[in-house]
C-alpha cells in the first residue's frame, strides 16, 4: 500500500469556464490555470504522484509547455494513470473535497465520481468526493478562487 495527498487552488476569473471533475458546471466564472483549472482533477493527479513517489503534477506537466494550454485535466489524469499503471499500482480508495464558497455543487458529484472512475479504471465506490464552503472566510470565502484535497491510497498489482 501507498498512500499520497494532493492540493490545488485557482482564482476564479470571468470569461473562462469551470470545470471541476471533468464538468463543465454552469457559472458566471472559472479558473484560471494553463490548463483548464480544473483543482479537483489537478490535486487527483498530485496525490497519485506523491504516493508514488513521482513528483507533482508541475514536474509532468510544466505551465510553460504549449502543448498542455486549455488541455482538459481528465486528459493529465488519464496520463497519470498510465505513470500509476507502469509502476504496477491501481487506485485502492480516494477521497476529495472541494473547497468553493459558489456555485453549489452537489448536482455535479454523481457525473464527477463517473467521470474520475472511468479516467483512474475504479469502481466508483472506492471514490469519495465531497464539497465544502469556507463560511465567507478568505479568498475562497469571498469568491475568489476554489481549491482541492486529496488523499489516495493505492494499492500493488
Do not use: W
Not at 100 to 125: C, D, T
Amino acid at each position: 500500500m501507498k498512500v499520497g495527498i494532493g492540493y490545488d487552488i485557482h482564482r476564479l476569473v470571468a470569461g473562462r469556464k469551470l470545470v471541476l471533475g471533468g464538468v463543465a458546471i454552469p457559472f458566471e466564472k472559472g479558473l484560471f490555470g494553463h490548463s483548464d483549472g480544473d483543482v479537483l482533477c489537478h490535486s487527483i493527479c498530485d496525490s497519485i504522484l506523491g504516493a508514488l513517489g513521482k513528483g507533482d503534477i508541475g514536474l509532468h506537466f510544466p505551465d510553460s509547455d504549449p502543448q498542455y494550454k486549455n488541455i482538459c485535466s481528465l486528459a493529465l489524469l488519464e496520463q497519470v494513470s498510465e505513470i500509476m499503471a507502469q509502476a504496477h499500482f491501481q487506485v485502492n480508495n480516494l477521497d476529495s473535497i472541494i473547497i468553493a464558497q459558489r456555485p453549489h455543487l452537489s448536482p455535479y458529484m454523481e457525473e464527477m465520481k463517473r467521470n474520475i472512475g472511468r479516467v483512474l479504471r475504479v469502481n466508483l465506490q472506492a471514490i469519495n468526493i465531497k464539497a465544502t464552503t469556507n463560511e465567507g472566510l478568505g479568498l475562497i470565502g469571498q469568491g475568489e478562487g476554489i481549491a482541492a484535497y486529496s488523499i489516495i491510497s493505492l494499492r500493488e498489482l
